[in-house]
């Protein structure tokens, strides 16, 4: 069964930085995937962070382009998402999430919160 194991949340100041990591099950690791992260704040619907498209670019929402870069290591089948000047807005339950083959897969989510 495919599995998505996130870590490196946690709580962070204004104008600091983060790294999460997402590993990923080997067996839909692919560049043919759409790979990348989601995130949800409390109240609102989940959004797109960032993510890899089928076609090997890179997808940013425009509240994070600028600030931060998405990547992956096809060594050790992990994902990250590198946040820098974070704001009180980034806030949020981070996702990671894979799309191939027609399936859709998450990991558990990982809390991220921005607050002096």
């Known amino acids: 069964q495919a599995q998505l194991v996130e870590s490196g949340g946690g709580l962070v100041q204004p104008g600091g930085s983060l790294r999460l990591s997402c590993v990923v099950s080997?067996?839909?690791?692919?560049?043919?995937?759409?790979m990348g992260w989601f995130r949800q704040a409390p109240g609102k619907e989940r959004e797109l962070v960032a993510t890899?498209?089928?076609?090997?670019?890179?997808t940013y929402a425009d509240s994070v382009k600028g600030r931060t870069t998405l990547s992956r290591d096809t060594l050790t089948n992990t994902v990250y998402l590198q946040m820098n000047s974070l704001k009180p807005g980034d806030t949020g339950v981070y996702y990671c999430?894979?799309?191939?083959?027609?399936?859709?897969?998450w990991g558990q989510g990982t809390q991220v919160t921005v607050s002096s």
């Open positions: 999430n894979v799309q191939y083959s027609g399936q859709v897969y």
């Open positions: 080997q067996s839909i690791f692919s560049r043919h995937a759409f």
């Open positions: 890899f498209t089928s076609g090997g670019g890179i």
